[in-house]
């Protein structure tokens, strides 16, 4: 097994990145076709966790690409401008998996609703997610029924099928199969969020898990079990000394109450917790996503319990799955 970062030399990378750059201003269009072979390929579109801004980070999406399809995973604030930037064209993602309706994981969907259509898409957006996900998406058409009726019948007459949604709420279990690519969704514990999903992509013998927002979860011990790239999201040390004093105190250059940031801590995994998830899991690579904690700190914690590679997750990082795991940053690492 082996794990390769950045598997050029750093005269390489720097050519490579210029070239990115060329086909970025080229257009999103520049990415197609693609192809990953009998491999997967996971592009981390943003990595910001919380309804929170940040002029350098986008919210949480993660992209998979197999078999010739590419499937989203959450729907966080900015995706398509993490899309653009990967020189993805928005137009061609057509099938969207919601691990659960918290506002940071779908915010963008209202955009990739429309903009895609006015764009060229010309097939409904297939959206899965859990209880109240149908409904959520008939909300967004609703709201937006004025634009939509302007573009579809009266000026630029869009075909109405592009701004159609097929949508799923879904159960535990397979929830998508096609040409030996399979998506599996588990539950997870963010609890209160009820129900909240993991997912699972298996093809031609490689695998992915994505965590979506949980507590340290004995389902997805299971279900991710030895999974080639393991995408973890990380919160807040819960024995932080910060986290202590009385509940309406604030929080170190915050405007948040203690109380209300003890409550966030207890609903997601911390340092110490992950390592503890990717020691029993034992993925070929575990990966950092969706969070708002310092690396070096919290990776301080997860030694605490696992030995074996990590990484954390980049806005436009990519991670090809196949023979080998190789990480890719945009930038070079410093």
Known sequence: MRIVRDGVSHVALVGVVTLLLVVAQAGVEAAEPFSTGNGIRVVLLGTQSGPTFNA???GIGTLVEAGGERLLFDAGRGVTTGMARAAINPVDVTKIFLTHLHSDHVISLPELLVYPWAQGRRTALDVWGPSGTRSMMQKFQEALAYDIHVRRDIDEKFPAEGVKTRVTDIREGTVYQSGGLKVTAFLVDHSPVKPAFGYRVDFAGHSVAISGDTKPSENLVKAA?????????????????????PPDE??????????????????????VEVGAIFDRVKPRLAVLSHYNVDPRATLMLIRQNYAGPVEFGEDSMTIEVGDEVSVHRATPAR
Request: net charge positive.
């Open 225 to 245: 079990s030895r999974v080639d790239l393991l995408i973890h999201e990380v919160g807040r040390w819960k024995g932080d000394p910060a986290l202590t004093g």
């Open 250 to 271: 604030l929080m170190p250059n915050s405007r948040q109450t203690k109380a209300e940031a003890r409550t966030i801590a207890a609903h997601h995994t911390d340092g």
């Open 56 to 58: 350098q980070r986008i």
